[in-house]
């Protein structure tokens, strides 16, 4: 049987070599966008695979047994990830966030934490480093996660029921195990952990307040989160979109909730507690009311491309500069010329009918969520 030819692959390489400035300048510690957004959160991406194929994410149709995944030689070394990470935190960073497809998956990440979690600020303060990750490994890898020096964990999960959260994840796999994972990342000290439930209207929209019910009271903080239109693979329509208002409302009249304050600048969910002080929700509304006027993320590709935007379709090349003959200094420079241009803010043109059209837009599962 021929191998399929899958159109998305290229957007893999979809990216330009960064500029090194000739005049170098030493990062201090801020750096601001067009919009006069700061760099503050980095978000990197240590594998492209998978052990589920949720339909929103990596849909079985396209990534099956003929996909061509990139090969070990082109992702990023750990040593080139810390490489990076480090140059980052110098102009700003204070937040690292692990990635993937599932970046349990990546062999050794345990290693890659520890590298990462001996980073400081340049005030000298560690870095708050996280993980995002499925919960089909957990149980069996938190205590060695927790060791090596990870901070936080996030879980996703899109519904309790057995049934349609097998359906969800097109892997055949129960959620029983991901509930262990997630008691053994508690057990461990990984907290407070977050659980992000992607809602998607009349798939598992139903699990919404059966969801809130379980984690209710259980110290993990439970999102609800817009689907959204990332790539090209996921047949998004926006009559799928459960508008994050009707969620807090669903959640409300079974549980009564109020309004809390963010923790922090940039901070992508709007924070609910319920009245009885058992906890709190969070819902992240990406479609209906969006957050870029304030967002500080940046993404790094699982194979060294630096991405401004969820929703973008060109990166820049940062792996060129890293197996190049170029100083962290010269690289650093790069890192600032590329943040300072930037003006991605998709999802505000989105609302106004103004988004870019015809480019296709990089895969989820290629730099993250």
Known sequence: MAEKVIPLADHRYA??????PSMISAPVGLLGDTLGRPLRDLRISVTDRCNFRCGYCMPKEVFDKHYSFLPHSSLLSFEEI???ARLFVAHGVRKIRLTGGEPLLRKNIEILIAMLSALRT??????DLTLTTNGSLLERKAQALKDAGLNRITVSLDALDDAIFRRMNDADFPVAEVLAGIAAAQATGL???KVNMVVKHGTNDDQIVPMARHFKGSGAVLRFIEYMDVGATNGWRMDEVLASAQ?????NEALPIEPVAANLLGETAERWRYKDGSGEIGVISSVTKAFC????RARLSTEGKLFLCLFANQGHDLRALLRGSYSDAQIAAAIALIWQGREDRYSELRASSAAPSGERRIEMHYIGG
């Open 15 to 20: 990216a330009s070599v960064p500029r090194v």
């Open 82 to 84: 810390v490489r990076a």
């Open 122 to 127: 340049p005030d000298g303060e560690p870095l």
């Open 191 to 193: 907290g407070p952990i």
């Open 247 to 251: 969620v807090v409302a669903r959640v």
């Open 293 to 296: 006027g304030d967002c500080n």
